[in-house]
């Protein structure tokens, strides 16, 4: 409907009014229910998208956990094995340590075995001297431990 106003005396102006009828006010309404539907469908994508992509996402974290704990196990059993191998070689060093030990009180031991030895030989009159000298000799010569690791056999 075009309807025309009049502005003081001689001046006119058109102005289209809408009119709406009842066919485009059902067209109208049809839009906005349309409308509606489709935010509502979206939504709902939107909704189970976020519910896939959490999912997705739990999954994931799962898996990293998984890694996580095997990484770390592994970890473990590393440090086992290292913590054993350092045990093993503080050990092998501390038998070695005291086999040395025990070489070193040995010599020690037949040193100054040697030297009491030599101080009672020189404590003892010449001709006693010679009889113990003579006597351990034969000694040593009839003990089949001292020159051979054969029982009963001689010298060579």
């Known amino acids: 409907m075009i309807v025309r ?19 485009q006010e ?24 976020r519910r896939q992509e959490a999912e997705r996402l739990q999954r994931e974290l799962e898996a990293q956990r998984v890694r ?20 093993k070689r503080r050990a092998e060093e501390e038998r070695r340590r005291i086999q040395e030990a025990h070489a070193n009180k040995a010599q020690w031991e037949a040193r100054e075995n040697d030297a009491k030895d030599r101080a009672y030989l020189a404590s003892l009159p010449a001709w006693k001297r010679d009889m113990v000298v003579q006597k351990r000799k034969a000694a040593a010569e009839s003990d089949p431990n001292s020159s051979t690791v054969f029982p009963g056999a001689g010298p060579r």
């Not at 509502?40 to 994508?45: D, E, H, M, V």
């Not at 996580?68 to 045990?87: F, G, H, S, T």
């Open 68 to 87: 996580d704990a095997e990484a770390a196990r592994q970890r473990e059993v590393m440090l086992k094995e290292a913590a054993a191998a350092d045990a």
């Open 26 to 49: 059902k067209a109208l309404r049809d839009r906005m229910f349309q409308k509606a539907e489709a935010d509502r469908k979206q939504r709902a994508l939107d909704a189970e998208n």
């Open 5 to 23: 106003h009049r502005l003081h005396s001689t001046m006119y102006f058109t102005v289209s009014l809408l009119v709406v009828h009842h066919s």
